[in-house]
């Protein structure tokens, strides 16, 4: 099995999430165009890819905002296919949110968002919209023990700020904001999108194992780590000079009167560390760490019992030096998983970063001008879901490692780690040319084919 006939076999999973067959067409259509188009990704540009440059590309338009389908039914599919490759009894996720930069002003749920590429001395702003987005992470290097984990998208769900009054508005618009702030933000879409991902498992075969989300330090607060379902494990990064305690041994207290942050943890000589073996930047490495169970954090998440692990600094090496990463603090609500879990989960989580940067750089996420407020939530989201069949075909068709399909490599160029989204686009691209007799049997319509086959020219 080829890229292009594991890919239509995903895409042939999306039949069910439309009403009419016309529908599934066109979205089959439009995938191929998200992923070989060339220049920007906007509508337009897609419909002309698809050779439609002699009538206005409306239906294109409608299908994102008139037609009934839902977002998940697409996500699902793919979350079903990553469980044959999860053999352990813990699936590890990764959570972020990202910013596609918007320059009209008029653009539904469309803000003023801190830069997050700003420089650390100086907050910059950028007009953008922003997205939660989660990952499964497919621990790939268990069976081969050389190809890392692969991030596949599963969720990709808007994720507005509230306006703020302004100016003009009153003591009572204040008070309104400040209510509905609390209970819209981007923590309390986490947590609600965690609960939907959890009941989206137990309707597959990761029915009987436990979620394990890690996350940066935006979702380390009490509204995520608070999160009771026993199913559900979060591990998130804290700030080093987080006040923390043990529960205290006076019946009448809760609080232990002795606190520490982490980073006193790293610095305690009394508290040895721990070497094992972890999977991180491409091979198996020993990474140091520390832990410290039941511990209370007073200003967070109250008398709810967390967990801390410390990680030691990484060395490498750059320019014939020898450098430091920075420690790592990690709290966690999993008392009772292993450790090793834990860790593996945090250092696979780096994987949803390719994941912004190959939509955003490679794919054109969020290029697509539309105004519409059901548009601007599920066009983004089509395409990222788009992007997430190509990569679970990647890993059906050839297990995410090199394949003579690929053609021969540049004897400058370094042996891949793993087949990046460039490739599996331009090999996409391919497979068409060189197979045209199985055009009747693989169910492209005419203008996927001659898309492709212009593209190519």
């Known amino acids: 099995m080829n890229l292009l006939k594991a890919l239509l076999t995903v895409l042939a999973m999306w039949r069910t999430a439309f ?95 801190a830069d997050p590429l700003g420089p650390k001395f100086q907050t910059n702003l950028v007009w953008a919209l922003r997205y939660l987005q989660m990952s499964v992470l497919l621990p790939l290097y268990a069976a081969s023990g050389k190809v890392p984990a692969r991030s596949i998208p599963v969720r990709f769900i808007a994720a507005p700020s509230l306006k703020k009054p302004g100016k003009k508005g009153t003591e009572a618009d204040w008070q309104s904001y400040k209510t509905l702030s609390k209970k819209h933000n981007l923590s309390t879409i986490f947590v609600e999108e965690t609960k939907k991902l959890r009941e989206a498992m137990d309707a597959t075969d990761l029915a009987k194992k436990t979620m394990v989300m890690a996350c940066d330090g935006s979702f380390c607060n009490k509204t995520c780590l608070a999160i009771d379902d026993p199913k559900i494990v979060v591990v998130a990064r804290c700030r080093k000079d987080a006040k923390l305690c043990l529960p205290s041994t006076n019946r009448r207290k809760v609080y232990d009167d002795r606190k520490f942050t982490p980073e006193a943890i790293r610095q305690d000589t009394d508290i040895s560390w721990i070497t094992k073996s972890f999977f991180y930047g491409g091979q198996w490495r020993e990474i140091k760490y520390k832990e410290k169970e039941n511990v209370l954090w007073k200003n967070g998440t109250k008398r709810k019992r967390l967990r801390l692990i410390v990680l030691a600094p990484l060395p490498y090496v750059r320019g014939g030096k020898r450098h430091y990463r920075d420690p790592a603090y990690l709290l966690t609500t999993g008392l009772k998983i292993p450790i090793e879990v834990l860790i593996q989960s945090y250092l696979d989580r780096w994987q949803i970063e390719y994941n912004h940067r190959d939509e955003k750089s490679i794919l054109g996420v969020g290029e697509a001008q539309v105004w519409n407020k059901v548009s601007v939530i599920k066009q983004p989201a089509f395409h990222v879901a788009i992007y997430s069949a190509l990569l679970m075909a990647n890993v059906i068709a050839y297990n995410d490692q090199e394949h003579p399909d690929f053609g021969e490599r540049p004897k400058w160029r370094k042996k891949p780690k793993r087949n990046t989204c460039r490739a599996l686009v331009g090999l996409l691209r391919g497979c068409l040319l060189e197979g045209p007799e199985t055009i009747s049997e693989i169910g492209l319509t005419i203008p996927m084919i001659s898309a492709i086959l212009r593209q190519a020219a």
């Open 19 to 113: 009403c009419k067959q016309a529908a599934f067409t066109r979205a089959k259509e439009l995938a191929f165009a998200c992923l070989c188009a060339s220049g920007r990704k906007t509508i337009t540009s897609m419909a002309i890819f698809l050779g439609r440059s002699h009538k206005l590309p409306i239906a294109d338009y409608k299908f994102y905002s008139d037609y009934k389908w839902n977002v998940e039914d697409l996500f699902n599919p793919i979350l079903g296919l990553a469980s044959q490759y999860i053999e352990s009894e813990y699936v590890s996720f990764a959570a972020d949110d990202t910013k596609i930069h918007k320059t009209g002003k008029r653009i539904p749920y469309a803000g003023w968002q």
